[in-house]
């Protein structure tokens, strides 16, 4: 089969956007608002959950956060789901995401 112009530059996108991404992730700074929004299906947009299941993080006390999310994730605190979750995340991730949900405000939005 002959390559024209068209299909090597399709296949030649096809391999330099993936290094692209995976370089600029990596020199990403670490973003408690991003790895937070992870969090947001099941404990609500911006952290503001109404579900009295599923606790708000809006406001919370970013030590409480902290060492509740090290217990999830060494298994000291048995949850349903957030010892799963909770094994995701680093020390630095852990406190990055602290402060970001300690800034929210408690109102909810959903
Ligand atoms: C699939 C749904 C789900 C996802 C996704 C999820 N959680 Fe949870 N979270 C829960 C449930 C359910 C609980 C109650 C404890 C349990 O059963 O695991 C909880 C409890 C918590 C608690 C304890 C709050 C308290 O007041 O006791 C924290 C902190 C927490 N989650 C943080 C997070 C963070 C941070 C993320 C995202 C990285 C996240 N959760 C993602 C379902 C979820």
Do not use: W
């Not at 090597?8 to 608002?33: D, E, H, K, R, T």
């Amino acid at each position: 089969m002959r390559l024209g112009i068209l299909e090597l530059s399709v296949l030649a996108l096809g391999v330099f956007p993936a290094q692209a991404i995976s370089q600029s992730l990596s020199s990403q700074p670490l973003s408690g608002a991003m790895l937070g929004n992870t969090c947001a299906g099941c404990h609500g947009t911006l952290g503001a959950s109404k579900n009295e299941i599923i606790p708000p993080l809006a406001g919370t006390d970013p030590a409480q956060f902290a060492s509740t999310m090290r217990a999830y994730r060494d298994g000291s605190l048995k949850g349903t789901i957030m010892n799963r979750v909770a094994r995701a995340f680093s020390d630095a991730e852990i406190d990055a995401m602290a402060a970001y949900f300690s800034s929210l405000p408690k109102k909810a939005y959903e």
